[in-house]
Nanobody, 123 residues
Framework: QVHLVESGGGLVQAGGSLRLSCAAS????????MGWFRQAPGKERRFVAA???????FYADSVKGRFTISRDNAKNTVYLQMNSLKPEDTAVYCC?????????????????WGQGAQVTVSS
């Protein structure tokens, strides 16, 4: 069992930055790929970024070059640094843990989810 808790969301102006954190319980954190997904009102959950067990990173085209995902296995934490934020980045951001590391872009393949953190970008 893995329990995930996100933090770091908030309100920011367009062009600003935020860093999300996702703290995981349990001693098996390093065995999971970790991902960030976002869901805007009335829309489906969409892939944002993921990081594999060995540190390989994956990004949605819409955030590539602006967002950076990283992980600290000693702290059981995954981060999402978001720069040059746009109003269309507004959503609830959720982190997930995925034992099936071949499908990091697919929400249905994730085993555990956090509750989510609201990110609002004003124009």
């Amino acid at each position: 069992q893995v329990h995930l808790v996100e933090s770091g969301g908030g309100l920011v102006q367009a062009g600003g930055s935020l860093r999300l954190s996702c703290a995981a319980s349990g001693r098996t954190f390093s065995t999971y790929a970790m991902g960030w997904f976002r869901q805007a009102p009335g829309k489906e959950r969409r892939f944002v970024a993921a990081i594999g067990r060995g540190g390989s990173t994956f990004y949605a085209d819409s955030v590539k070059g602006r967002f950076t995902i990283s992980r600290d296995n000693a702290k059981n934490t995954v981060y999402l640094q978001m720069n040059s934020l746009k109003p269309e980045d507004t959503a609830v951001y959720c982190c997930g843990a995925n034992s099936d590391t071949a499908y990091v872009r697919t929400a249905a393949k994730y085993d555990y989810w956090g509750q989510g953190a609201q990110v609002t970008v004003s124009s």
